[in-house]
């Protein structure tokens, strides 16, 4: 990335934060830990890495591999992408085993394909990283995601989002965006015929999205 420039508006919270607080939790701007691990059990469950290539992207400190690891979900090889360069060192330092790339996913336009072709990548997550866009630009980058996953085999992509369902969509969420969950539902319906929608973990304003290749992912 190139530091000359500024920010963009959605990375800049997570560098202010980084400010703030150096790179620990906080620059992660989750609203709790507890609040982190619930998301992070949901998209185990619904993507099911054990043994596969998978990509997180805004991995941050690599929280998410710690909790597949300690669940026995670990995927085979783990690609930790992250626009913010200084969480990446210590991420490293924690999981030197690991792969990492700096990269912004919504101006890198090839990003996608590249994780796919280069790296073997069959299934994406995006846990809390959507936050800081406009759902128009989530949806574009969801689109590019799964344009390089779906001519794979047993593809996943899945990610979470806060819903404009229920009473807490009028709390305030800070740099955060709250999408309408009928429009995540439709996008994933036309993404493939093969997908799953829960809401049944934080309550209705918290949501999980897993689009599939095929059904063999959506079973146990």
């Not at 360069?85 to 030197?96: H, Y």
């Not at 394909?113 to 936050?131: K, Q």
């Not at 899945?158 to 305030?172: D, Q």
């Amino acid at each position: 990335m190139d530091k000359s420039q500024p920010d963009p508006r959605y990375l800049e919270p997570y560098r202010e934060a980084v400010r703030a607080h150096g790179p620990g939790f906080e620059a992660l701007l989750w609203r709790s830990q507890e609040y982190q691990v619930k998301r992070f059990e949901v998209l185990a469950e619904v993507s099911r890495p054990k043994g596969r290539v998978l990509a997180d992207l805004g991995a941050g400190r690599g929280d998410l591999l710690e909790y597949l690891r300690a669940v026995d979900q670990a995927p085979s090889k783990y690609i930790g992408v992250e626009g913010i360069s200084e969480l990446v060192e210590p991420a490293q330092k924690r999981f030197p085993e690991s792969q990492w790339v700096v990269a912004d996913f919504v101006s890198d336009r090839s990003l996608f394909e590249r994780l796919v072709s280069e790296f073997g990548v069959s299934v994406v997550v995006f846990s809390g990283s959507l936050n800081t866009l406009d759902e128009r630009t989530a949806m574009v980058v969801l689109d590019r995601a799964w344009d390089a996953l779906h001519r794979c085999d047993g593809a996943v992509l899945a990610f979470n989002f806060l819903s404009s369902a229920g009473r807490k969509r009028r709390e305030a969420t800070g740099p955060a965006n709250r999408f309408h969950s009928g429009n995540v539902f439709k996008w994933a319906q036309r993404a493939s015929g093969h997908m799953l929608f829960r809401q049944d973990y934080l309550g209705p304003h918290d949501a999980t999205v897993a689009v599939y290749t095929s059904p063999s992912k959506t079973r146990a």
